[in-house]
């Protein structure tokens, strides 16, 4: 009967605690992405369970539960345990649907194991195995399964290779465990030694009288690991495993269990994963996880280092079992938490827990003591963050657990109430508690489904309505309420005249600290990025604006450039409008009347003065202002303005105008890199040099070829190239057309031809610009003033045409 | 009062039976068995009860979930006072032929009033109960 386990076994079972930690961060990541209990099965098998319910409640059971239950047991294992009438007297854990996966873990192994041994424990491992809420085993099915779950019990009589894992179980309570039919007394007695130094056992609901000979009765408890996961019920547990379970007394199986009423409801579990990380920062939105006893771990980790991914196989209801009745079937103390017969199904008493920063900024803790120790939710120390008030327990529930166990966690709620106002309530609630709590407590009992909502999820729609609350001024939040209950204190005290001033000179004015959660995106070593999630909390960033601060100096600097720009631009608009009037001039000379007209043209007369006026230098007349024009002309509307500007001014202005020019060629044209603005110049410009004197054409040239080397940079500007040109075409024409021309006479025409054409043959192809068109007499124009081989280079050179004049 | 004193909250009226007017008009009963922030609420075993006059019809519905936003009222119901002297329950049938007949009749009412007014030269907007656009 005792088989011991094989090494591999053996050794399967040390690397799967190795592989336990991955298991359960794995689990943790996925109940966190999928929310509670999506990628867990057991709601499936509660649902069946409950679909169940509602079947068997029309059609009436039959011996269907266990005999599929034994089927299930076996996962499709092909060896079937007979399961003798015993077995049928074993109450039906209320409609026990086939959980799969937990089943096929643990019993093929088992019955393998066994050989078909004992029937008992065949029976108790199916039982347990097929009952979640007894144990199911999280993880992974298969043969290294075991220590993720109940040490399955065909293991139970082989060694106690873990005992690391195991006597952590003593630590978890029994809450869900019917502590009569299911523990020792079903195992027989070797078996049961073997769990108690293991430390775990499975409780089958088995009735078979060679287990019952062993009933320890009120010995030391063994306890299944995989019912417990509570720390709230560690006291319970304890107490337990002093004064030791009452004696069940087997009449209770031969009920059948079939009271419906005292079913446990589907537990509903997923991984409370034992020795996880805490959660710290669960988006709001998040439900519970389910169970997640950190404090548990917590625990644990002080005494056994190794965790344990186990199942909560009940929903943590289980705070308050009453003192142990007599007949309780094994559903009931299932159930126990679900409704304690007498009291409001959601303990009271269970006082919230504090986060780190609340603890902290406690400065007195004025607990409602719990007088019948601690029962309240575990502590979760970086999770919960605020917990709400859950008043006081009903002072007398637990009697024999009185004085036990000494509360170790100081609850408080110490962001909203104020203390009086929490004493009134606890007072109001204790009133309140007991008569409301008979009646109700046991409807709910046979209410299959109650408890949907688990005590965590309560907890945590609470939390979220209550942060909503939190608040870092109470003053100035909740001005009345504060004042309210200061006023109340004050009149107490004086009815009392002082007798309790302890209570009301210290008062907590408890605040929480704003913790600034800014959300730093994630970024992964090596990547390009940063991994964002955007979540309400942190809504995503469509801008990145980031503040530079320049320096002074540069702000000057750049303030200096834009205010020049701007006063640039400024005096380009006032001439633009007045040009514009200049322009319109004609028109609305035909529009007026002829008395005005006289009028209008004085006006324009004006207008053209002043634009000229803008352009040229302050003393001379006939010089343009060099600076004036080349802040006019680095700009593209001044270019334009000019350009239009021209043919409007008078000769001789227009003539300034252009020598202007053609004296900053050079500035303008470094400026006008593209060639494209300075062009527009070109017809007005060609219309005044066609009326240039003779003399002044000369001076234009000069003008142009100014100071040394400006002429190799006017040839690189098309406009440039396109001037000189112009200038030369006009001065060939003068010359060929009349004879009379002075050109000739002034030697500087000659000299200043000269070296137009020493340039032109000098200067690199590549940086001869192109000119805008090349007017056709240039040709005879050089013809003479330079020999045929020179004639000829230029021709090629400037690709002028030899066109017959 | 347990979870939050001082303040109104719905996690003591889980698993009791509720009566819900939502905003539609419609009246269900069921077991109260989930609740979240928004108030939205998980009713098991629900009822919609039509009332017509003094008679009243339940169709068995099953399963809810109610959106917190169309809750207008929620009351728990006392088990144990259930049957009601005034009210009689009649049939599904009954009771949707009962409705449909007063909604005809308040149809031709409303009807009647506004070709009323309109002779008169008067018009009153009506009233939009939905909060549809």
Known sequence: MFRFQSLDEDCTLEKEEGLVEEEDEIDQFNDDTFGDGAIDDDWQEEHKRLAELEERKNDGLGGLGLGGLGMRGMGGDSSTVQLPPPASRVPHPSSLPPPHHSLSSMPPLGLEEMGGGDLAESLAMLILGADPAIASVGGPAGPGDRSTGLPPPPSMPQQHHHPSQLPSHHQLTLSGLPPGPLHP?????????????????????????????????????????????????????????????PNRPPPVMSEDGRDLSERAPPPRSSSPVIGSPPVRAVPIGTPPKQPMSHAMNHQQQIHHPTTVHVRAPVHHQHRYPPSFPERISPNTLLNMANSPLCRPPFPAGVGPVLSQIQRAQMLNSQVAGFPRGCQGPPLLPGGGGFRPFFGQPPPHRMGPHHNHIPCPIIRHNTTHLHPQHRRMLTQRMQSRGGERGGRVGDWRSRDPYSNLMTQREKEWVAKIQMMQLQSTDPYLDDYYYQNYFEKMEKRQERDRDGVRKEHTTKLITPQVAKLEHTYRPVQFAGSLGKLTVSSVNNPRKMIDTVVTSRTDDEEKREKQVW??????????????????????????????????????????????????????????????????????????????????????????????????????????????????????????????????????????????????????????????????????????RMQSSDLNCQLMDDNRWTELVFSVTRELLNVPPSSLSPPLFTPPNLLSLFSRYVDRQRLELLQEKLQISALSR | MNYMPGTASLIDDIDKKHLVLLRDGRTLIGFLRSIDQFANLVFHQTVERIHVGKKFGDIPRGIFIVRGENVVLLGEIDIDKLCDNVLQQVSIEEILEEQRLQQQAKQKTEKAKVTALKDRGLSIPKADNLDEY
């Open chain 1, 185 to 245: 007394s079903l195992l027989s007695y070797q078996q049961h030694q073997h769990l108690l130094r293991r430390g775990g056992a499975p409780m089958p609901q088995m009735n078979s009288h060679n287990i019952w000979e062993n009933n320890m009765g009120f010995g030391p408890v063994s306890v299944t690991p995989g019912l417990i996961t509570q720390m709230e019920d560690s006291p319970l547990l304890s107490i337990i495993k002093e004064v030791g379970l």
């Open chain 1, 563 to 732: 205010n020049k720009r701007r006063q640039i631009l400024y005096t380009v608009e006032k001439m633009y409008s007045l040009l514009l009037e200049v322009q319109d001039f004609e028109k609305r000379f035909m529009q007026t009347p002829e008395e005005q007209r006289e009028a209008l043209l004085e006006q324009h007369k004006t207008h053209t003065l002043q634009l000229y006026a803008s352009l040229k230098e302050k003393e001379w007349d006939d010089r343009v202002s060099d600076e004036q024009c080349l802040l006019i002309m680095s700009v593209r509307k001044g270019k334009r303005l000019i350009s239009r500007l021209i043919p409007f001014l008078p000769p001789l202005q227009a003539a300034t105008v252009v020598m202007g020019i053609a004296r900053n060629l050079t500035a303008l044209a470094k400026k006008d890199k593209q060639d494209q603005a300075l062009c527009w110049l070109v017809e007005p410009v060609a219309v005044v040099i066609s009326s240039l004197s003779s003399a002044a054409l000369t001076d234009l040239l000069q003008e142009l070829q100014g100071s040394e080397g400006q002429l190799s940079k006017v040839l690189q500007n098309k406009f440039g190239v396109t001037l000189l040109y112009l200038i030369l075409s006009e001065g060939e």
